[in-house]
């Protein structure tokens, strides 16, 4: 099982980035995708969640309006595009796959906002 993270870097304040999470060795359409992120000293937080078959979205009420989530089973990726960014986004970006009581994690991405 991989879930390998892509996309993330530096970017000044009001930027973009589109983060990208490639799933393997399990079936991704079965399963409930998120994105967290972890800024040092803080816990890691829900940023955006998407069911398994797409529709119903959630956000995290700080970035609601700026992030959007997206999938493609055809392709087994979930994507967070992240706009207006804030020098507050600063953190890694995990994407996480959930389906009843298995859970898997990527590696993490670094997001940095800044100029």
């Known amino acids: 099982v991989q879930l390998v993270e892509s996309g993330g870097g530096l970017v000044q304040p009001g930027g973009s980035l589109r983060l990208s999470c490639a799933a393997s060795?399990?079936?991704?359409?079965?399963?409930?995708m998120s994105w967290y992120r972890q800024a040092p000293g803080k816990e890691r937080e829900l940023v955006a969640a998407?069911?398994?078959?797409?529709?119903?979205?959630n956000y995290a009420d700080s970035v609601k309006g700026r992030f959007t989530i997206s999938r493609d089973n055809a392709k087994n990726t979930v994507y967070l595009q992240m706009n207006s960014l804030k020098p507050e986004d600063t953190a890694v970006y995990y994407c996480?796959?959930?389906?009843?009581?298995?859970?898997?994690w990527g590696q993490g991405t670094q997001v940095t906002v800044s100029s």
């Open positions: 060795g399990f079936t991704f359409s079965s399963y409930a």
């Open positions: 998407i069911p398994s078959g797409g529709g119903n979205t």
């Open positions: 996480r796959g959930r389906n009843w009581g298995t859970s898997y």
